[in-house]
């Protein structure tokens, strides 16, 4: 069975930065793209960012130049920078993982971390 694990959120206002991680464990094969999402009340879930497995990274047009999202292929851990941070940020904010394990690829999303950016 495989877990991710988030942390990193709070409430931090308007510019100001917070770091999300998520950590993945369990019989872990290999881990190819990781992402992060985001989704408010009554919104559908969009994406943030992504990273594949050779570190190449898209973003949002919304984050783009304010988040940067990294890996830590040995702690099966992706994160999250998010700098200039404004309101519109706020979200609750899922890990996604394509995650390869003895029985086949699979999909897992993290348990989301609120992130609220206010004054």
């Known amino acids: 069975q495989v877990q991710l694990v988030e942390s990193g959120g709070g409430l931090v206002q308007p510019g100001g930065s917070l770091r999300l991680s998520c950590a993945a464990s369990?019989?872990?094969?290999?881990?190819?793209?990781m992402g992060w999402y985001r989704q408010v009340p009554g919104k559908q879930r969009e994406l943030v960012a992504t990273?594949?497995?050779?570190?190449?990274?898209n973003y949002a047009d919304s984050v783009k130049g304010r988040f940067t999202i990294t890996r830590d292929n040995a702690k099966n851990t992706v994160y999250l920078q998010m700098n200039s941070l404004k309101p519109e940020d706020t979200a609750v904010y899922y890990c996604?993982?394509?995650?390869?394990?003895?029985?086949?690829?699979?999909?897992?999303w993290g348990q989301g971390t609120q992130v609220t950016v206010s004054s």
């Open positions: 996604n993982t394509n995650v390869r394990v003895a029985s086949g690829i699979y999909i897992y």
């Open positions: 369990g019989n872990i094969f290999s881990i190819n793209r």
């Open positions: 990273i594949s497995s050779d570190g190449s990274t």
